[in-house]
């Protein structure tokens, strides 16, 4: 009973095999995505057949080929290979309309399809960026927009400012079977913007790198000026340098300097060039108010630097030691003249006193020269003897 059992099934199972391979086989296709203009090819297999024709047709459901045999008058449509197990066929410069559902169908009894979907990529325009007005005007606001036409799907549009990126409105609209995506960019320009490139990055699935196109911003703005000096101190005799440091765009030229209102004063020692004066010599007479003045189209701007030229016997390390050297020497003199008019007077009332003295130096000496070494060696006494005869 069991060995007959088993039997059957062992016959039920092969009768199911053979009657699947031949009448329920489906054939197999895969889908195939393709970028526009490139071939595709539609392959379609049986593992078992038994010289059943197999059928490739289009989503419109036209006959393109039947076996071997070319249905559609289509030139980009070509055999690659038709077996009894396989039927491959090759559609060169696809566009986008030939998209769709493609039929593979078994001519058995009843007729077994499968169907493969053949996607079709639309490439990407390279990207167009308008709205740029060269120059723009500091304050203006300005709409920089990207387009790229033809993507399937869509592209995607990144913006960047200097390589940072930056966030615009995006707007899609189907032209056919394709998009046209735009991204925009509105901002009111500032002299920051002068020289900063905008590149829109346009990414596609059918593209290995993204396209990019880049546009450098030119902005015109009022100057801005600004005085930068070499010396600290500028003190009397030294060389100084100012600098008028100017933006602006176009560039404020000429620098106009002036002095106190009116012009230079002295042009042998000042000397200006471009946007530098040089005093080659400072003077105290130099001080006074400096002011540089420039201009372009959208305005004009200066700057100004009040110069105080130090006396260098007045300053410094050196000023409190001459002070001091100065009370010093006024002291000794006020104290030496003081000695002077008490010893003036001293000698005058002693006059008397100092023939005294020496008659006595001669009374203890042998001779006349001890007699004076004697007197001096009394040191007061040699003193009033010296400013006795002055
Ligand atoms: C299509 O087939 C040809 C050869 O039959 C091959 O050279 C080509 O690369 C194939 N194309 C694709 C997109 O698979
Ligand atoms: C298949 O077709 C070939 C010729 O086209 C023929 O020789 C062969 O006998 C056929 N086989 C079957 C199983 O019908
Ligand atoms: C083929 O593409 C169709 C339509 O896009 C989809 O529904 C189907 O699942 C795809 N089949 C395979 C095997 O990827
Ligand atoms: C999309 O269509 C609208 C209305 O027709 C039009 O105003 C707009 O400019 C279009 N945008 C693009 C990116 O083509
Ligand atoms: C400064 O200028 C005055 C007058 O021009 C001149 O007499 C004087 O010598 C100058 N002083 C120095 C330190 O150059
Ligand atoms: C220099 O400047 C000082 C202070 O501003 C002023 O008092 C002085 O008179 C000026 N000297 C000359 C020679 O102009």
């Not at 005294?356 to 042998?366: F, L, M, N, Q, R």
């Amino acid at each position: 009973m069991i060995v007959k059992q088993y039997l059957m099934f062992i016959l039920y199972s092969l009768c199911a095999s053979v009657f699947k391979g031949i009448q329920g086989q489906y054939p197999i296709t895969q889908n195939v995505t393709v970028v526009e203009g490139a071939t595709a090819n539609m392959t379609c297999r049986v593992d078992y057949n038994d010289n059943t024709s197999l059928q490739w047709s289009n989503p419109a459901q036209q006959t393109l080929f039947f076996g071997d045999k070319k249905a559609l008058r289509d030139h980009r449509i070509e055999l690659v290979r038709a077996s009894s197990q396989e039927l491959t066929i090759r559609i060169n410069d696809v566009s986008l309309s030939d998209e769709g559902l493609y039929t593979c169908s078994l001519f058995t009894m009843p007729v077994r399809t499968t169907k493969a979907f053949l996607t079709v990529l639309g490439v990407p325009g390279r990207p167009e960026i308008t709205g740029f007005t060269k120059p723009a005007m500091e304050g203006d606001v300005v709409t920089l927009t990207c387009t790229t036409s033809g993507s399937k799907p869509a592209a995607t549009i990144r913006w960047f400012r200097n390589d940072k990126e930056v966030q615009g409105t995006k707007e899609v609209n189907a032209t056919g079977k394709s998009f046209t995506v735009r991204s925009s960019l509105q901002f009111q320009v500032d002299k920051r913007d002068d020289g900063v490139a905008y590149t829109c990055s346009v990414e596609h699935v059918s593209l290995s790198k993204p396209y990019m196109t880049t546009e450098v911003l030119e902005v015109h703005y009022a100057p801005h000026l600004e005085i930068t000096h070499s010396l600290i101190i500028p003190q009397e005799g030294q060389y100084f340098k100012l600098e008028c440091v100017s933006i602006g765009n176009p560039i404020p030229e000429p620098v106009e300097w002036s002095k106190d209102g009116g012009e230079l004063p002295d042009i042998e020692r000042m000397i200006v060039e471009g946007r530098e004066l040089t005093i080659t010599t400072l003077n105290k007479t130099d001080n006074g108010t400096y002011r540089c003045e420039a201009s372009n189209h959208l305005g004009s701007s200066s700057a100004e630097y009040i110069l105080f030229v130090y006396d260098p016997n007045a300053l410094g390390q050196h000023g409190p030691d001459h002070a001091l050297i100065g009370g010093v020497v006024a002291v000794v003199v006020f104290i030496t003249l003081c000695l002077i008019i008490v010893l003036g007077r001293y000698l005058a009332r002693h006059k008397g006193t100092y023939l005294t003295h020496e008659a006595k130096g001669a009374e203890d000496a042998p001779d006349a020269d001890t007699a004076i070494i004697n007197a001096e060696g009394n040191h007061v006494h040699a003193e009033e003897k010296k400013e006795y005869f002055i």
